[in-house]
């Protein structure tokens, strides 16, 4: 009996700030999920055992993020089917440039959907990750449906309180 689990893999312990974001919006939808430090450059037979584990246990989706030469996510990609999110990290004199097109120029056949820079893409890779697992979970949708009518309400209201103030 394996449980469905999304885990979250980064190229260093240096990524975990941006990557909090993400871990921040699993735990909202109650997702349950794993945070490792994995590495496509500095340890990769330990990655490769890593995903080998966790899809056996029920991974059902992996989010990569990485800094510099980005290339975990793709490598994560290659040695699995279950979908891979792409985090670039904004690190180094490129500010994550580097990480975006490493993580996004994959060959055709081995897809990483890749996020944006930083943060924001850390947050997005989150919110993606509960939008996969709602196609075959309706409450799991449910769930992110609810969520952004929410977000809507809440900026409509920031909206109404500015007016206001603008008179
Ligand atoms: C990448 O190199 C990591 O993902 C990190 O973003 C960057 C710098 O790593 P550290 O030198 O901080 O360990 O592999």
Do not use: W
């Not at 349950?32 to 055992?49: C, D, I, L, Q």
């Not at 991974?59 to 279950?82: N, S, Y």
């Amino acid at each position: 009996m394996t449980s469905p689990f999304v885990a979250i893999l980064m190229g260093s312990d240096s990524d975990l700030p941006v990557m909090q974001a993400t871990i921040d919006i699993l735990k909202q939808f109650d997702i349950t999920h794993e945070v490792r430090v994995r590495s496509a450059h500095r340890t990769p037979e330990a990655t490769k055992a890593y995903v080998q584990d966790a899809e056996e246990r029920g991974c059902k989706v992996f989010i990569c993020a990485a800094g510099l030469a980005a290339h975990l996510a793709g490598a994560v990609a290659g040695m699995t089917t279950r979908p891979v999110i792409g985090v670039p990290i904004d690190c180094g004199p490129l500010q994550g440039h580097d990480a975006l097109l490493s993580t996004v120029m994959m060959p055709g056949g081995i897809p990483v959907a890749t996020v944006a820079i930083g943060k924001a893409g850390a947050k997005n890779a989150g919110y993606l990750a509960a939008q996969i697992l709602g196609v075959a979970d309706q409450s799991m949708a449910d769930k992110v449906q609810a969520e952004r009518k929410a977000n809507a309400k809440a900026l409509l209201a920031k909206d109404e309180a500015m007016q206001a103030k603008l008179g």
